[in-house]
């Protein structure tokens, strides 16, 4: 399986934000997009998972039965700034929504609401209502919606910003993991995310786009 991105150029508003960007991201490897605030790497995630539209180029899923997943943006999960969970929902409510919204991928089920609140370290909370949780708790909950269904693709825009350094390495565990299975991440940063020797694409914006892959 590999995420390709051709010539993908993309506009907010009436400004294009970036033009041309191209990578490739096989079976078990991520990405990780670098570049200055406002240079266009929620817009660049967005545009992939299928978010905001392009204003040229294609994504595409190779290698990925047709049957399993009809577009590249449902094979994605999206871990965006926002934690996407209802504040006046228990967290165990708000995880057992995305379960059934996402569905089972074929022959894999994901993990059940209580073992992903496990492996990120918050078993046994799963009955409190979200907004009760601190804010990198309900961080934490936000990265077990990753773990509710099986999506090949994770696209990550920020996911550990202003969490603990536990909490940085555990989600590294969890990424290192979907890509052990095969997965493929695709991640915003500014901060290191503990995943090695991965793929950068350095964007600087409009004016001064590049893009550079390796591996
Ligand atoms: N709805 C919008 N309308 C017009 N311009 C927008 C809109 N949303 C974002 N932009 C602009 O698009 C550019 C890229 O924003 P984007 O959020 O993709 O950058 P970023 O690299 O993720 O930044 P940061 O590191 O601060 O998160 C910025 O100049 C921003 O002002």
Redesign the pocket.
Known sequence: MRLVAEGLSAK??E?L?FRDISFQIGAGTALVVK??????????LRVVAGLLPRESGKVQLNGCPADEFETVAAACHYLGHRNAMKRELTVAENLHFWKRFFGEAQGNAGFGVEEAAEAVGLGGIVHLPFGYLSAGQQRRMAMAKLLVAWRPVWIL??PTAALDTAAEIMFAGLVKEHLRCGGIALA?T?QPLGLGSAAELH?AGFAGVFAEVWG
Not at 35 to 41: E, L, M, Q, V, Y
Request: proline residues 5%; charged residues 25%.
């Open positions: 907010r508003g400004d934000i570049g200055p605030n406002g240079s266009g790497k929620s817009t660049l825009d920020e915003a500014h964007m």
